[in-house]
């Protein structure tokens, strides 16, 4: 028999390579295990059936698929290449290699992916941490580094700002090149929104990674001030007068913000009409700052003037303040200058007048120094008798102080009787320094001197010498030597006279050449004597003297010469004279019988 062995089967020549159509919907990822973006999504649509599908990673094992059939297929990549191992970051050209049942083979370019497991780098923030700030916070900017990875993925990036209630300060986001402003709705401008606030920056790149920094910054507009200055660690109060030495200045600082004290910035500077004096500043404690002088203020006067102390304050959101006081560094007694109307002194003075009221001047001047001023309530002045008794008076002053001449009245009740006095005056200054009393003392004689000339009011024959004396003077002594006698005839010349002879209170004046007794140099000459005393005080006496050298004439007689009478009781006789007049009193007629 015959056997048949024939086997009819079909075959299919197929010399055609599949067709696999790949496709990514993002070429970065960051395998990781991060939770974000671990997987790279990888579609593809097989024409036809294959025997094998592959995924080729340059220079790394192939990562074998299993999903061959025809149709549409997901493949959620884990990153790892064939051997189970992640890729290190980096950029890979990823292909597809199909074998279909035939043995064809096609390879198909997937895409560049892009494996980045790094997080997005915040190179810069602005506002900075804990940065302090006292101008306008209008927005707010996040830098990052230009990744050699994937980009940044602006779109998912935020920045957030909250204040210290947690309340959110709404903004509007927007990117510039590689960074992101936070534009807010409402800056920060008044200082009712001094506080606080905290920064959140979240950063993602393309490839999922995320980075979230969060700061704080301040905002502070609040100026810091001075609580308190000490001079000497004494409480010191301007503006003020000071008559101690000085040596060193100290002040409390307060920060009125949130932001503190920036002591570093912070200074005290003393200076005097503009010239700074020297010294070494120092920190004592967190918001105390010590200026030490170089040298202290002296008391001798040498340092007095005004003084002006000048505080400068900064605090770390560079709010600065400066805040200036004075002070009137006085360390000298003022002085009692004049009185008037009589200017006393330690020498005993004669008041030749009933004084109603004395007016005393002070100054407080040292040079060109600023000074406090005289203190018209605390200064004094009284007139007392020799038993210590006080004279009722009241004292008027000009103002209630000057740094000028202060003057200040005493108005006695009644007039000063004549006696003797003393005189007392006592000047303070608005700083303290107080004069040692004063007292000067007085007399008050109300008799003035006498002074009589010898010849007085007279009628003489011969000019030849006048004498004048002062009597009852009282003074403090003549001052002989300003002390003169002169004699002046009818038309004012001044008689030459000899050296002026002065003895104690006596004045002789003697003529130089005797007149003519023809009567040429005859007429009503006028004497004057002033005696000057130590004060200054002068005293006149003035006289006249008639100068007569010619006798009277006999002008007639009854019965007149050579007549012959046969009786005779009673005679008259008739004199003339053109200057002096007439003595009858010690002219005589005398009767001569011829026989």
């Given at each position: ?26 070429s ?8 974000s ?6 579609n ?23 999903d ?72 707010l ?12 993925d ?6 957030t ?20 402003v ?5 800056q ?17 790149d ?21 609580s ?15 008559n ?7 002040a409390?600082?307060v920060?009125?913000?949130?932001s ?8 005290i ?28 203020l ?19 959101a ?15 007694p003022?002085?009692?200058?004049s ?28 040079g ?33 102080s ?39 003392p ?5 008799q ?5 000339l ?45 050296e002026?002879e ?8 003697r ?22 005393d ?8 003035k ?37 002096s007049?007439?003595d ?5 007629v ?6």
């Open positions: 028999t015959q056997t048949d062995h024939t086997r009819t089967f079909s075959v299919t020549v197929d010399t055609q390579p599949p067709q696999v159509s790949p496709q990514v919907t993002r970065e990822f960051s395998p990781n295990s991060d939770g973006r671990d997987t790279l999504t990888l593809y649509t097989l024409d036809e059936r294959l025997s094998k599908l592959q995924l080729l990673i340059p220079s790394h094992p192939t990562v074998q698929l299993v061959f059939a025809v149709g549409s297929h997901t493949l959620n990549w884990n990153g790892k290449n064939g051997l189970g191992t992640v890729l290190p970051d980096g950029s890979y050209p990823l292909q597809l290699q199909g074998t279909d049942l035939a043995g064809n083979q096609s390879t198909t370019v997937v895409d560049t992916v892009q494996v980045d497991t790094e997080k997005p780098t915040i190179t810069q923030s602005s506002p900075i941490a804990n940065a302090n700030l006292n101008t306008p916070v209008s927005e900017n996040a830098i990052f580094a230009s990744d050699t990875g994937s980009q940044i602006f779109d998912q990036s935020t920045i700002v909250k204040d210290v209630n947690g309340t959110l300060q709404a903004g509007t986001l927007r990117q510039d090149g590689n960074t992101l936070q534009v807010l709705d409402n920060l401008d008044l200082v009712s929104e001094n506080g606080t606030y905290t920064v959140t920056i979240k950063g993602f393309l490839a999922g990674n995320s980075n979230t920094s969060t700061l704080s910054f301040a905002f502070d507009t609040r100026q810091p001030v001075v308190q200055i000490r001079l000497n660690n004494i409480v010191f109060v301007g503006p003020s007068n000071i101690s030495a000085v040596s060193s200045v100290e409390d600082l920060d009125n913000g949130i503190g004290l920036d002591l570093a910035n912070s200074a500077q003393l200076s005097k009409s503009g010239a700074v004096v020297n010294g070494i500043l120092a920190q004592v404690d967190a918001d105390t700052i010590h200026f030490q002088l170089d040298n202290a002296q008391t001798n006067g040498t340092d007095d003037g005004q003084y002006q102390i000048a505080i400068n304050i900064a605090d770390m560079g709010n600065v303040h400066q805040q200036t006081t004075t002070f009137i560094y006085d360390t000298q003022p002085k009692l200058t009185t008037s109307p009589f200017n006393f002194s330690l020498d005993k003075l004669r008041v030749d007048q009933s004084l109603t009221a004395i007016t005393a001047t002070f100054s407080d001047q040292n060109s120094a600023i000074i406090s001023g005289i203190d018209a309530e605390a200064s004094k002045i009284s007139v007392s008798k020799n038993d210590g008794s006080v004279i009722p008076a009241t004292m008027q002053v000009d103002n209630a000057s740094t000028e001449t202060q003057n200040i009245e005493l108005r006695f009740e009644s007039g000063l009787l004549s006696g003797d006095y003393l005189f007392s005056a006592t000047a303070v200054d608005l700083t303290g320094n107080k004069q040692p009393t004063i007292e000067y007085f007399y008050v004689d109300l003035p001197p006498e002074i009589q010898d010849p007085s009011d007279t009628s003489i024959v011969s000019l030849t010498m006048v004498s004048a004396q002062i009597l009852n003077y009282a003074g403090l002594g003549l001052d002989m030597e300003k002390s003169s006698l002169v004699v002046n005839d009818e038309s004012g010349n001044t008689v030459s006279a000899k002026l002065k003895t104690d209170q006596n004045l002789v004046w003529i130089a050449a005797p007149l003519p007794r023809d009567g040429s140099k005859d007429g009503i000459y006028t004497t004057v004597a002033t005696f000057t130590l004060e200054g005080q002068t005293y006149k006496q006289t006249k003297l008639t100068v007569d050298t010619i006798g009277p004439t006999l002008t007639s007689t009854t019965p007149a010469k050579d007549a012959k009478v046969s009786t005779l009781s009673d005679i008259t006789i008739t004199l003339s004279d053109n200057l007049g007439i009858f009193g010690q002219t005589q005398t009767l001569v019988s011829s026989t």
